[in-house]
């Protein structure tokens, strides 16, 4: 504990001597979230993430996170500095969708509009006219399927159903997945719902259909924990990374928060919804970050270009 509050002043002074902040994702570590809030950075959606980083005057970003939103932050502020904790944070939706095979996918309907889910490279962005977060995707998909658009989706088949499903558009899904929140299991969230019964159903739209089908509510991380201050209900089982609990609690602090289950055999498994990425961050290395300058995240300036054209729509769209 000792040990953990000299890290957090360390951190603390190398921020005002690098001039720069942090910009947190819920599914971190609690101690960099509480951090983050409690120096003035923020906790947040990626969405919040890139208008937050975007908007800031620091100029150095500390992005506590997965490497697309460093990226993202880059690309909104080239300007800025931007360094993360590890460059080896990925994502499997990132990696399950290469430019290379997506653009040849692309060039076999060049009359359909290529919408991206923000968790993917830089060049993807590049290469699709829309770079959408789950807490707008369904508005955006709405607003294209008004204008007569057929789309093509990537890469969450699990989201891309979802939104299909919700607004009957013409969309093309990629099929890759989110490790995490794939793991959710129907059969075992029925029994911990019997054990349960008075609990509301609270599911990330990347969890599988049959999950998504059990929900009250289904929506993005801060869509979730909306819901969570404002349900009547004083039991919440919870299908999202488990990182979340820490500002959930938060909103809900009289509320008891139960992780839906991963494992099919109908026991909650105590620590597999947390994404191995997201957890390679910690204070060790943010101080680190902040001392060395490194790692910092570059992106190509074409395809910085091209890309802040996409993410741009997304943040004129829900100004
Ligand atoms: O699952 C993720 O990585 C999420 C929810 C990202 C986001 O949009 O904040
Ligand atoms: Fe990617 Fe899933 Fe991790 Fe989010 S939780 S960064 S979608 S692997």
């Not at 942090?22 to 208008?51: F, K, W």
């Not at 937050?52 to 150095?60: M, P, V």
């Not at 996170?65 to 932050?73: I, K, L, P, Q």
């Not at 990347?206 to 999950?211: G, H, I, K």
Request: proline share 4%; net charge negative; aromatic share 6%.
């Amino acid at each position: 504990a000792q040990q953990q509050q000299a890290l957090e002043s360390e951190i603390a002074e190398l921020l005002q001597q690098q001039d720069a902040a942090i910009v947190a994702h819920y599914y971190t570590a609690p101690e960099i979230q509480a951090l983050a809030e409690a120096t003035g950075g923020c906790v947040s959606d990626s969405l919040e993430m890139a208008r937050f980083g975007r908007d800031h005057k620091a100029s150095t970003l500390l992005v506590a996170g997965v490497r697309f939103m460093g990226e993202t932050a880059k690309i909104l502020s080239p300007e800025k500095r931007i360094l993360m904790p590890t460059l080896e944070a990925t994502c499997s939706l990132d990696l399950g969708c290469p430019v290379g095979e997506l653009s040849v996918f692309c060039d076999q309907y060049p009359e359909r509009e290529v919408v991206v889910y923000a968790n993917t490279s830089a060049a993807v962005k590049a290469r699709a006219d829309w770079v959408v977060t789950s807490s707008i995707a369904l508005d955006v998909v709405r607003h294209l399927k008004a204008q007569g658009k057929q789309l093509i989706w990537a890469p969450d088949r699990h989201l891309g159903n979802y939104i299909q499903r919700e607004t009957d558009a013409d969309m093309l899904l990629w099929d890759s997945e989110c490790i995490v929140h794939d793991e959710f299991k129907a059969k075992a969230l029925e029994d911990l719902k019997k054990v349960h019964p008075q609990a509301a159903i609270l599911v990330h739209p990347e969890s599988p259909q049959a999950v998504v089908e059990m929900a009250d509510v289904v929506g993005s991380t801060s869509q979730l924990i909306a819901a969570a201050g404002r349900l009547e209900t004083d039991t919440l089982i919870v299908a999202t990374d488990k990182a979340i609990f820490y500002k959930m609690q938060q909103a809900a602090p009289d509320k008891l928060l139960i992780e839906a289950p991963t494992a099919g055999n109908g026991a909650t498994c105590r620590s597999c919804a947390h994404c191995p990425w997201m957890a390679m961050n910690a204070l060790t290395n943010i101080r680190d970050a902040l001392r060395d300058g490194l790692p910092e995240v570059l992106v190509d300036e074409a395809v910085r270009q091209q890309a802040e054209v996409s993410l741009g729509r997304m943040l004129a769209f829900t100004k």
